[in-house]
């Protein structure tokens, strides 16, 4: 039976992974989108956009579709799609890999504060500075939206969603970023701290670097942790390597 690989996401790993398999006469590889990016990038091979309807779906499509093994590259932060893979994956007896980009670390001169959520980021806020560049997303904002005293810009790929805080100025971008782009901003809104999630890569660590050298605080949300059992790889050739197919 030809291989048919099931990727779970659009991020840039993802759609490397795609390109890799597709490049292998023998495997199938099918993409499936959330949806909620209105020009996300088009993977190699088939594409599907939508839910399944929760594990129990998810584990009927790849029954029916013949799914001979399933990866999650959804983003670090998408955690209940990551629980609904390992649910249907034990349910339907595919094998299960989560790629997964490896997380930012601080250096000597950064000045970080690791929290564990978004709503422990809005309660250490008003310690740390009054004017916030606000790079979580447009999902999640309402854990910030009784700050009334703070003043926040908030960029997203989407425009953000309600509830958001009172004094809120949104700024709608797509990364990849740049150093001088991103001091540029922090100088231009007179920026005084930064929060962000750990969504490691490149396309946007810059903010990072221009807080670093502006020695502005950064508050970090910590990833979730993957569910018990599930394996995670950094890269695309150690997914490769995990399928038995060699990187080309």
């Known amino acids: 039976m030809a291989a048919h690989v099931l990727i779970l996401g659009g991020t840039t790993e993802a759609r490397e992974l795609a390109a890799a398999l597709a490049a292998h006469p023998g495997v199938r590889v099918t993409s499936s989108l959330a949806g909620r990016v209105a020009r996300p ?3 190699a091979g088939q594409v599907r956009v939508g839910g399944f309807g929760g594990a129990e779906g998810l584990a ?53 504060h690791s929290v564990a959520s978004q709503a422990a980021a809005a ?9 916030v560049f606000l ?17 926040f810009v908030v960029r997203s790929v989407e425009p953000p969603e309600p509830p958001m805080p009172p004094d809120v100025r949104v700024v ?8 001088p782009d991103e001091t540029a901003l922090l ?3 007179r920026i005084d701290v930064l929060v ?39 890269d695309v050739p150690a997914v490769l390597e ?7």
């Open 41 to 43: 990038g088009t993977p």
């Open 60 to 112: 009927a499509w790849l029954r029916e579709h013949g799914v001979t093994a399933l990866v999650d590259a959804t983003h670090p932060f998408a955690l209940a799609i990551t629980r609904n893979a390992a649910a249907a994956s034990a349910a339907a007896g595919v094998p299960l890999v989560v790629l997964r980009r490896p997380g930012w670390r601080p250096g000597p001169d950064d000045r970080w």
């Open 123 to 131: 309660e250490l806020l008003p310690r740390l500075g009054r004017r």
């Open 135 to 151: 790079t979580t997303g447009r999902l999640g904002l309402a854990a910030f939206a009784h700050l009334s005293d703070l003043h």
């Open 172 to 179: 709608l971008a797509r990364g990849p970023f740049t150093v």
């Open 187 to 189: 100088r231009a809104h």
């Open 196 to 234: 962000t999630k750990d969504s490691g890569g490149t396309a946007t660590a810059a903010k990072l670097t221009a807080a670093r050298q502006l020695g502005l605080p950064v508050v970090v949300v910590r990833r979730p942790p993957l569910p018990d059992g599930v394996p995670a790889v950094p």
């Open 242 to 248: 995990l399928l038995d197919l060699p990187a080309r």
